[in-house]
């Protein structure tokens, strides 16, 4: 069955491997997920980009935002032919099949596209995030990056009441996508231009900062910067592995709080957010820029990577989709 190689760093290919093992070798409770459609996230980039340069290559990463269908099952959650969106563990979806554990998948709503389906994903993980954080409601935000992650938290800060939603990014067209999506202001530029206008905000800064930029840059130091004294600062972008030259002494001295986010909820994030896009609560069709064939994974990688002709979200149709 084919796979993902990435065989060193920025070049994947498509490699066939042996097929995914038979139900009488997996424990009880697993599901053979069959992945049709996938798109592509900013933590994808991690591996591609060899973030973690000391072990190469990476076979069957990386992919982990897909929707497929369950082609065997050793459980009782779903029947087989039941579509359904899964979450392989560390990234390790790219394959024809796989096998995953029933309580890492949710259902796909009939009721919405399979586009925006497969978003449900990325959406969960900031319903998780702002879970975390004790309300945004009536608060002003200033969020780093206008990302696929960033488009999708002003839509969420939107829907849960931010008074201000500040949307920071060197990248036009994504601040007017975040415009229409709901930001009440953006800032064209650098993370630190921004730092320096949030000083002259009232009250000495927003009272919630969003670090949604990833591993590529280190914002931190500008969101220690932003954000007003006694104020709060979610750490939501992949961080890399170190990060030398953190402002600890001015967090210090400003008492700010810092929250981190990782492991969403399939009972309570993946699902709700399945149901909000199914009901258009929250619309992410806006994110989808490009679909294709899963045998053009260079390609997409490459044009993600690089934010080539506006690249939002780059989907990618499996065979089985295709079929």
């Known amino acids: 069955m084919l796979a993902g190689e990435i065989y060193q760093p920025n070049s994947i290919r498509l490699i066939d491997v042996p097929a995914a093992a038979t139900a009488s070798d997996v424990p009880a409770g697993q599901i053979l997920f069959e992945p049709q459609l996938a798109c592509l996230c900013g933590s994808d980039l991690l591996y591609y980009e060899a973030d973690n340069p000391g072990y190469m290559p990476h076979v069957g990463q990386s992919l982990h935002e897909m929707i497929g269908r369950v082609v065997e099952t050793t459980g009782d959650k779903f029947a087989v032919g039941d579509r359904v969106l899964a979450v392989p563990i560390e990234h390790y979806g790219f394959y024809g099949r796989y096998w995953v554990d029933q309580a890492r998948a949710v259902r796909v709503d009939p009721r919405c596209s ?193 934010r080539r002709e506006g690249a939002m979200k780059v989907f990618l149709d499996f065979p089985a989709y295709q079929a």
Not at 118 to 128: D, E, R, S, W, Y
Not at 187 to 200: C, L, N, P, R, Y
């Open 114 to 306: 399979d586009a925006a389906a497969v978003l449900a994903q990325p959406l969960g993980t900031v319903l998780f995030a702002l879970r975390r954080i004790p309300s945004v409601l009536a608060r002003r935000v200033m969020l780093f990056g206008a990302g696929p992650m960033g488009q999708l938290f002003v839509r969420v800060l939107k829907l849960f009441g931010a008074a201000e939603i500040i949307v920071v990014d060197p990248v036009r067209d994504r601040l007017d996508l975040a415009l229409a999506g709901g930001a009440t202001q953006v800032i064209h530029g650098t993370a630190a231009q921004a730092a320096a206008e949030a000083a002259s905000m009232p009250g000495g800064g927003p009272d919630l900062v969003i670090e949604a930029v990833g591993h590529r840059q280190q914002v931190l130091n500008e969101c220690i910067a932003a954000c007003r004294p006694e104020g709060e600062i979610l750490f939501f972008g992949v961080p890399p592995i170190e990060a030398n030259g953190i402002k600890l002494k001015e967090m210090f001295w400003k008492n700010l709080r810092m929250y981190t986010s990782v492991g969403p909820s399939f009972e309570i994030d993946f699902s709700l957010a399945m149901k909000m896009v199914a009901e258009r609560t929250i619309d992410v069709e806006p994110l989808v820029s490009h679909r294709m064939p899963i045998d053009q994974i260079q390609e997409a990688y490459d044009m993600f990577a690089t």
